[in-house]
């Protein structure tokens, strides 16, 4: 369990919770109401300052449902909330319908968030990388279909 502080600056926002025990991400909410015209994209208030530990993330996920039956997309996902921001949470979201707006009312659940470990990154320059590890060959769908 990691303690996350966070400050509520919109009224009536709930705190994101987990649906279920043992759930990955937390659902957060939209603290507004918005429409979100055909192929626009927006960024959605969630009315939550967060105050993240250093060495960890939370990243903005989308619900899988809301995939599935709406035209709600997460284009940046996994979005990443640093630990030094303290500003205001947004969620970037994509209307993908060509032709229909997109109505979120405030309360809807319109994302999840994913606390995650970063560790930091220390490169290590060398000559040559494929003589460290095996090289797995190919990439970008190289064991897909041809």
Known sequence: ???????????????????RQGDAGMDVRAAVDMTIEPQKTAVVPTGLKVAIPEGYEIQVRPRSG??????LRIPNSPGTIDSGYRNEVGVIVWNASNDTPLEIKAGDRIAQFVLQRVPVI?????????????????GFGST???
Do not use: W
């Not at 400050?7 to 649906?19: D, K, M, N, Q, T």
């Not at 060398?126 to 797995?136: A, H, T």
């Open 144 to 146: 897909g279909k041809e």
């Open 122 to 138: 220390n490169f290590v320059p060398v000559s040559d990388v494929s003589q460290i590890g095996e090289d797995r060959g190919g």
């Open 66 to 71: 809301l995939s599935l039956k709406t035209s």
């Open 1 to 19: 369990m990691v303690d996350v502080y966070v400050e509520i600056c919109r009224e009536g926002v709930e705190l994101p919770a987990y649906a």
